[in-house]
């Protein structure tokens, strides 16, 4: 019932910074956890950050803590990534995810419903 569609990724030079949003279908996007994972060439797929469906506790993987910035907006049905200081090993297809159910607010964080990702490549 939930569908997933992210934008935002694309080449940038390493320092630099990128947007992605995340925009979700249905009408219950206030009582979904969002989060954002990524998957880099040869590696198992990865979590980046969640953010419970509250909005007051979030997670961030320890590569991008300080950098990057999960949010949401629930009228628009929108989650962000905001990356900054971008550096080449953050080059990975990201991904959005929901939870509708208890949500593991860590890096065992299991999801219910996946976008289809969006490439971030980071040039050196």
């Known amino acids: 019932q939930v569908q997933l569609v992210e934008s935002g990724g694309g080449l940038v030079q390493a320092g630099g910074s990128l947007r992605l949003s995340c925009t979700a279908t249905?009408?219950?996007?206030?009582?979904?956890?969002m989060g954002w994972f990524r998957q880099a060439p040869g590696k198992e797929r990865e979590v980046v950050s969640v953010?419970?469906?509250?909005?007051?506790?979030?997670y961030y993987a320890d590569s991008v803590k300080g950098r990057f910035t999960i949010s949401r907006d629930n009228a628009a049905t929108t989650a962000y990534l905001q990356m900054n200081s971008l550096k080449p090993e953050d080059t990975a297809v990201y991904y959005c995810?929901?939870?509708?159910?208890?949500?593991?607010?860590?890096?065992?964080?299991?999801?219910?419903?996946w976008g289809k990702g969006t490439l971030v490549t980071v040039s050196s």
């Open positions: 249905g009408r219950t996007f206030n009582g979904y956890a």
């Open positions: 995810a929901a939870r509708v159910g208890p949500l593991v607010l860590g890096p065992g964080a299991s999801m219910d419903y």
């Open positions: 953010m419970a469906h509250s909005g007051a506790r979030t």
